[in-house]
């Protein structure tokens, strides 16, 4: 590129309107000047051509995204993918590794999920030549941008008045056997969950709506005894219902739900699309739950795709009101660092827009209490164990049991096993987690 | 796991009904014995917990994902992200490369995208325990499967169609300056290029509905041009209107786009969802053309993510009838294998579906038909430049006039430079490669 090209892609941030930009940060190497990369990187990413031959005009100043800031932080550091760099007909051994903060025009494309997500990681980003790596570590909104999204319709206060919970984190299950058994004895699980005390009882990620399990008789079935168990216990209780599906049956999948009451839905969000979500929220009448499927590829690798936190940010735009994200679970390979980058994402202001509950997964039980707790520093988050409540040895109920006892400990400040002597479901958990 | 739990997610072939399984093809590393290890990833993508406690019963043999065939590639392997084994909590340098193919009953989701995509990359697939890294590399569905997806409407054979071009390559053009331009000179330069000899003038990824160029608008002024260019060059033409928008507006646009004389849409694929475009299908009444933004992160790396030609059937089976991916130029970072694994993936055959037409994209000029033309060994496919046609210095018509140029000296087998002495267009636009 030429110099003045290069230079027509960087901007001091005080002549630009702050409304009218989304800001972004990216990690990236590069094989060649970090100045031109990044500026190339702007050219890819908005006006790859920004005249008409034989035409004097300049569609930069008002369409180019714009390289606000840059920091060199290594310019000798070994390629991150020696494979990307090969492919790209390149031997290099040395790399610039490069911080940037890129200030994006958003009326090149609008207040729309899938243009954004062609803008700040389409093409022009993960393809911009010379740039060997790169990873859209954040992204920010101005005020103007976040005014078109609806955001959680019920959030963490709305979810925590459904339930009558105001001060301990919200106690999710899932149901299994996840795949194969049918809606009675499936329903009889969470029945006998809820009556040992978990706040909501949900499908697993990959039950949808199947010839064997259908949404129509699991929640017929689930909601009848979602009541019965209201009455027993006294507490309120929530069936969370799968309802993943093709996207232009999401709406129909959620009124049949709701209407045989199921008093949340969830989507896999990725999987379904954000923007999918972003329409089932207008019509929406329950909480939206969303599971991180099909997300893995992009936030993995720390020199590599998008950090997680940028889609927590656009699922809280497109309406979830509950998170479900990778935790701190080892076979989670997620950074301690991201898991709470993401709990922020979901708590922190962020226009308007209500707080959505953060629910980091991964293999949990009574014992991830305390952990989460104090490193969260918050109870606004929930659990969501699998066999720790439904391969409990007594069962659902028990394995219920076990994690309002952890939290119990929690709250009076005593060990897991000193609160265990006297509390048997407790006793049981901690035996299982020993094996 | 317990060796007879291991040998629950094994099974002969022979055993199995053809049907009622998807064929998956994954590569991954892994830390400890690949039996395991492979048994574990069954377990994790399906079947997770297979008995309710205290009863017996094994949702295993119905439901259960089932290793067929297994070779370890190298049993003393350097991982291929340090990084993730790691983030696992383990020092090990040496994994286990393995190969494995896994038959998963489909009859556990159905026949819809969101679910498959959450069956075959999803939470399971991509945290399991123990493998540090993986790469769902092919996927094959049986018939009863496939014959549930309406697949393309138009197909190579409709756009030929279309076009009345039964010999050559088709020619798209990206018209440019993408972004910023009003749709007035936008259309001019479409027409332009029309007349040149271009046979689809198409938006720019980034283009979508927007304030400054709206559908509405640019359908309007592109689709009239169309038809004049069409009575002057005596050639059927298309205009390819981007689309792309969120999910509950893609019907929207399409009728206001096709009404406007715009006679195919393109779609960006990942960034709307796959799903949204099968709705779409149900829908349209011109062919759709998919984009590959967003799409990266998942393609780019060996030994991660899920490989191209997975996602290019499914976005066949979704009803695309074109197909733009990343092609052979270096700025793609696509090995040549995977982009030729692409264009089969289009247009072998795929139950009865109809063939895609394959685009391999990326910075292409007149000189790029021949080397296209010899590796894919068909005039089954498109080319689709941007600035070659747009920047071209004589102008879009110039510039599109040098791609038919292009084509003839393939046709006649003489060289670009001597096809170059009698036509100008072809001789500046080798001047253009040579800056």
Same mark, same amino acid.
């Given at each position: 590129?030429?110099?003045?090209?290069?230079?027509?892609?960087?901007?001091?941030?005080?002549?630009?309107?702050?409304?009218?930009?989304?800001?972004?940060?990216?990690?990236?190497?590069?094989?060649?000047?970090?100045?031109?990369?990044?500026?190339?990187?702007?050219?890819?990413?908005?006006?790859?051509?920004?005249?008409?031959?034989?035409?004097?005009?300049?569609?930069?100043?008002?369409?180019?995204?714009?390289?606000?800031?840059?920091?060199?932080?290594?310019?000798?550091?070994?390629?991150?993918?020696?494979?990307?760099?090969?492919?790209?007909?390149?031997?290099?051994?040395?790399?610039?590794?490069?911080?940037?903060?890129?200030?994006?025009?958003?009326?090149?494309?609008?207040?729309?999920?899938?243009?954004?997500?062609?803008?700040?990681?389409?093409?022009?980003?993960?393809?911009?030549?010379?740039?060997?790596?790169?990873?859209?570590?954040?992204?920010?909104?101005?005020?103007?941008?976040?005014?078109?999204?609806?955001?959680?319709?019920?959030?963490?206060?709305?979810?925590?008045?459904?339930?009558?919970?105001?001060?301990? @984190?919200?106690?999710?299950?899932?149901?299994?056997?996840?795949?194969?058994?049918?809606?009675?004895?499936?329903?009889?699980?969470?029945?006998?969950?809820?009556?040992?005390?978990?706040?909501?009882?949900?499908?697993?990620?990959?039950?949808?709506?199947?010839?064997?399990?259908?949404?129509?008789?699991?929640?017929?079935?689930?909601?009848?005894?979602?009541?019965?168990?209201?009455?027993?216990?006294?507490?309120?209780?929530?069936?969370?219902?799968?309802?993943?599906?093709?996207?232009?049956?999401?709406?129909?999948?959620?009124?049949?739900? +709701?209407?045989?009451?199921?008093?949340?839905?969830?989507?896999?969000?990725?999987?379904?699309?954000?923007?999918?979500?972003?329409?089932?929220?207008?019509?929406?009448? +329950?909480?939206?739950?969303?599971?991180?499927?099909?997300?893995?590829?992009?936030?993995?690798?720390?020199?590599?795709?998008?950090?997680?936190?940028?889609?927590?940010?656009?699922?809280?735009?497109?309406?979830?009101?509950?998170?479900?994200?990778?935790?701190?679970?080892?076979?989670?390979?997620?950074?301690?660092?991201?898991?709470?980058?993401?709990?922020?994402?979901?708590?922190? @202001?962020?226009?308007?827009?209500?707080?959505?509950?953060?629910?980091?997964?991964?293999?949990?039980?009574?014992?991830?209490?305390?952990?989460?707790?104090?490193?969260?520093?918050?109870?606004?988050?929930?659990?969501?164990?699998?066999?720790?409540?439904?391969?409990?040895?007594?069962?659902?109920?028990?394995?219920?049991?076990?994690?309002?006892?952890?939290?119990?400990?929690?709250?009076?400040?005593?060990?897991?096993?000193?609160?265990?002597?006297?509390?048997?479901?407790?006793?049981?958990?901690?035996?299982?987690?020993?094996?």
């Amino acid at each position: 590129m030429k110099k003045s090209d290069i230079d027509a892609f960087y901007a001091d941030p005080a002549s630009l309107d702050r409304q009218k930009y989304i800001v972004l940060n990216y990690y990236l190497e590069t094989l060649i000047d970090p100045h031109e990369a990044a500026a190339h990187l702007c050219q890819e990413m908005s006006t790859a051509q920004w005249s008409r031959v034989g035409v004097n005009e300049d569609y930069r100043p008002e369409f180019g995204a714009k390289v606000v800031r840059l920091e060199v932080l290594d310019d000798q550091a070994p390629p991150s993918s020696p494979y990307l760099v090969a492919a790209m007909g390149s031997s290099a051994a040395r790399v610039f590794r490069v911080d940037v903060v890129i200030w994006y025009p958003y009326h090149n494309f609008g207040t729309k999920i899938p243009n954004l997500l062609t803008a700040v990681c389409g093409e022009g980003v993960f393809h911009t030549p010379n740039i060997c790596a790169i990873r859209l570590l954040d992204i920010d909104f101005p005020e103007s941008f976040l005014a078109d999204f609806q955001g959680p319709q019920f959030g963490v206060e709305g979810l925590r008045e459904m339930l009558g919970v105001r001060d301990r @984190p919200l106690l999710f299950g899932v149901i299994k056997p996840n795949v194969g058994l049918a809606p009675a004895p499936f329903a009889q699980l969470g029945f006998e969950a809820w009556l040992g005390g978990l706040d909501v009882a949900k499908d697993d990620e990959q039950l949808g709506d199947v010839a064997w399990s259908s949404v129509e008789e699991r929640s017929h079935r689930l909601g009848a005894l979602r009541k019965r168990a209201e009455e027993l216990t006294g507490e309120k209780k929530v069936y969370l219902c799968n309802i993943t599906d093709e996207v232009d049956r999401l709406v129909e999948l959620h009124d049949i739900a +709701v209407k045989n009451g199921a008093n949340a839905v969830m989507v896999n969000g990725m999987a379904a699309g954000f923007s999918a979500v972003r329409m089932l929220r207008k019509h929406a009448r +329950v909480p939206i739950v969303s599971h991180f499927d099909f997300m893995a590829p992009f936030i993995q690798l720390p020199w590599f795709g998008v950090k997680d936190q940028v889609f927590t940010k656009i699922q809280r735009m497109a309406g979830f009101d509950v998170l479900i994200y990778p935790g701190f679970d080892s076979r989670l390979k997620t950074s301690k660092e991201d898991v709470l980058a993401n709990a922020r994402a979901c708590l922190q @202001p962020l226009g308007s827009l209500k707080p959505m509950l953060p629910v980091p997964a991964g293999s949990q039980w009574a014992g991830s209490l305390q952990p989460l707790y104090e490193t969260l520093g918050t109870v606004d988050f929930g659990i969501v164990p699998g066999r720790a409540v439904f391969g409990h040895p007594q069962g659902p109920r028990g394995g219920a049991a076990s994690l309002r006892q952890g939290w119990e400990a929690v709250r009076k400040g005593v060990s897991l096993e000193e609160h265990a002597r006297v509390h048997e479901e407790l006793r049981l958990a901690i035996e299982m987690q020993r094996k």
